[in-house]
C-alpha cells in the first residue's frame, strides 16, 4: 500500500498515451492525473476488485507531462 507518482517527460508526442494497470491481491486501487497545483483529476482506473488488469486510452495534458 502506499503512493506513487508516475511522470512522463515533455519528449511524449502530443495525442493519447496507453495506461495499464494490474493489481492483484484485493483492496483499493486507483490511478488519476494531477494537474500543474497537483490536484486530482478524472480517474484513469478506480476499483475494488481483488484482481484487476485493464488499459485504457488518456489523453496527456497539452504542456506535457502527465503526474
Given at each position: 500500500m502506499g503512493d506513487d507518482v508516475i511522470t512522463l517527460d515533455d519528449r511524449v508526442e502530443p495525442g493519447p498515451?496507453?495506461?495499464?494497470?494490474?493489481?492483484?491481491?484485493?483492496?483499493?486501487?486507483?490511478?488519476?492525473?494531477?494537474?500543474?497545483?497537483?490536484?486530482?483529476?478524472?480517474?484513469?482506473?478506480?476499483?475494488?476488485?481483488?484482481?484487476?488488469?485493464g488499459a485504457r486510452s488518456w489523453p496527456p495534458p497539452r504542456t506535457g507531462g502527465c503526474g
Open positions: 498515451v496507453l495506461v495499464e494497470l494490474a493489481h492483484e491481491g484485493g483492496g483499493y486501487v486507483g490511478l488519476f492525473p494531477l494537474d500543474k497545483r497537483n490536484r486530482e483529476g478524472e480517474y484513469v482506473f478506480n476499483t475494488t476488485l481483488p484482481d484487476y488488469r
